[in-house]
């Protein structure tokens, strides 16, 4: 099985959380653009969604799901969005795609966050992938040089500006131990909009793709 078989496994299952006939949060990245495919089989009986990003806006209007504005929400029963890593503890590097900030801000919200991804996403010690982390642009110099005083290895994305028109600095070489102590610590760093931990919003389940099918994984 593929990779991305796994990553539609997942995302389909992630249909029996959308309980209600409410406002779904939809997250980005290619596990989420199955999610929505899936989404659409079931459009007659939500309200609408709100998005992450310009992306994922785009793929729900050409199904003719509504997306609203988050501030026009009250409430957002259920979010769904993938990770590029998560821990048993269901903490996530998440960003890959670059929509952390609107990403973080939804999983804020929304009661449920139920996270979607292949098998490969599970890991006992998040940061092999690069943190991602959202920049004003006139920072991005500063906020490399405070990280690298931190231990990481921050490298520009280049030719990349958010939906939010910021850079992102994807940090490679941290062994991510406590992840709620550094994603504060770089919450911290002046310039710095978002980093892709989500640690005191980690998820509240990981649906899992696996070659014998999708697995549940409930925090440690
Ligand atoms: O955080 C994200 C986008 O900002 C994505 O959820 C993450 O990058 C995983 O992407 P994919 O589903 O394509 O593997």
């Not at 939809?26 to 596990?31: A, D, F, R």
């Not at 996270?115 to 906020?143: H, N, Q, W």
């Not at 406590?178 to 919003?201: H, Q, S, W, Y």
């Not at 998820?203 to 994984?217: H, K, N, Y």
Request: proline residues 3%; contains cysteine; negative net charge.
């Amino acid at each position: 099985m593929t990779a991305d078989e796994m990553k539609k496994q997942a995302a389909w299952s992630a249909l029996e959380y959308i309980t209600t006939d409410g406002v779904v949060g939809v997250g980005t990245g290619s596990t989420v653009n199955h999610f929505i495919d899936a989404l659409a089989t079931i459009k007659h009986r939500i309200e609408g969604a709100v998005s992450s990003s310009n992306a994922s806006t785009q793929r729900l209007k050409d199904y003719g799901i509504e997306v609203f504005d988050l501030n026009d929400v009250k409430e957002v029963a259920v979010y769904v969005d993938g990770a590029d890593e998560s821990n048993h503890n269901l903490q996530l590097i998440k960003g890959g795609g670059g929509a952390l900030t609107r990403e973080k801000i939804i999983a804020a919200v929304a009661d449920k966050f139920v996270c979607i991804a292949d098998a490969t996403k599970l890991v006992d010690v998040l940061g092999k992938f690069p943190l991602p982390v959202e920049v004003i642009p006139m920072a991005r110099s500063y906020v490399a040089r405070e990280i690298v005083k931190l231990g990481g290895q921050p490298v520009y994305r280049e030719g990349v500006i958010t939906d939010n028109h910021n850079v992102i600095l994807d940090v490679h070489g941290l062994d991510i131990m406590e992840p709620i102590k550094l994603e504060k610590t770089l919450n911290d760093i002046v310039g710095v909009v978002t980093n892709g931990l989500f640690a005191m919003r980690p998820a509240d389940v990981l649906l899992l793709g696996t070659e014998t099918g999708t697995q549940i994984v409930n925090p440690k």
